[in-house]
């Protein structure tokens, strides 16, 4: 009797585990395996350059303020917190634009809004670094702020023209530019970066900008390049000597922003895509996020 007792208590236990285990397995869901990238970053540097913004040449006194403001803002740390807004943990905060008037006393600010996350627009208001730093401007110069939204390639010339009186759109520092306009004191670092197809191994061995460059000029022209129109990245595949960029054998195609030429990468219109890094990044993550 004790026996069958012993035998009947471990028939019930073993019982009693296979459930629970049935339980658990039934219950238990297993972690989604993660969405593929469509997209990616090559986080390696293919230029070594510096933003700064550019005043109408025929203003020495507010170039003289305006480097006055980029010294204390990098200084007292207010940069580096506008920065958190974008690479950090902070919120982005909208600036709105006043109208033109001519009887008010004015900051006429030229930009292409399409360059996230130094300058974008979401509705009316405008975001990004370059924008929460001409706010401050404005603000500290006791003046109201406009901001006029055009295609990249008029923004220096607006500003050369009269037509603004500063140029805030994630501006490299070049030669050609310093003719146009006067540039004050950088403010932020940048690099031109690839990107790529989320299933392209190309460049996945590259350790160097040589070992990129090396892949780069193994193209011919019937490979294309995409990249916005009239930034670094155009100059680095259709050659500068501004910029110092030697020629690559591939074909640059121009678009207006970089997103649009993210996504016709995606879609098979140009093989890779050559842009600002913060650019790249913001761009990416953003495409990457949408199911």
């Known amino acids: 009797m004790k026996m069958a ?49 550019g005043v ?11 480097n006055e403001f980029i010294d204390k803002i990098l200084k007292d740390g207010t940069f580096d917190e506008i920065c958190t807004h974008y690479f950090g943990d902070g919120e982005p905060v909208g600036v709105t634009s006043a109208v033109e008037d001519a009887s008010k006393d004015q900051l006429i600010v030229a930009t292409n809004a399409e360059f996230e996350p130094f300058e974008y627009k979401k509705g009316d208001q ?29 923004v220096v010339l607006s500003v050369q023209q009269g037509k603004a009186d500063i140029a805030a759109a994630g501006l490299t520092v070049t030669d050609d530019r310093a003719a146009q306009v006067n540039f004050t004191n950088s403010y932020y670092s940048a690099s031109q970066r690839i990107v790529v197809k989320g299933d392209d191994t190309t460049f996945d061995a590259c350790q160097t900008k040589a070992d990129v460059d090396k892949i780069l000029n193994a193209l011919d022209a019937s490979a294309k390049i995409g990249g916005q129109n009239g930034t670094t990245g155009q100059y680095y595949v259709e050659g500068s000597e501004d910029f110092g960029f030697e020629k690559l054998p591939a074909t640059f195609v121009g678009y207006d922003n970089g997103s649009l030429a993210v996504q016709d990468l995606i879609n098979g219109g140009v093989k890779y895509v050559i842009i600002d890094a913060a650019p790249a990044s913001a761009i990416t993550t953003a495409i990457n996020a949408v199911a």
Do not use: R, W
């Open 126 to 154: 405008f975001y990004g670094i370059d924008m929460e730093v001409v706010k401050a401007l404005a603000d500290s110069l006791g003046k109201e702020l406009v901001i006029k939204d055009m295609k990249f390639d008029a």
């Open 5 to 53: 007792k012993k035998v009947l208590a471990v028939v019930l236990a073993a019982l009693m585990a296979v459930a629970v285990f049935a339980g658990c397995s039934k219950d238990e869901k297993k972690p989604d395996a993660p969405a593929a990238e469509k997209v990616k970053v090559i986080n390696i540097d293919l230029s070594d350059e510096v933003y700064a913004l």
């Open 56 to 66: 109408n040449k025929d203003d020495a006194d507010l170039l003289a303020k305006t």
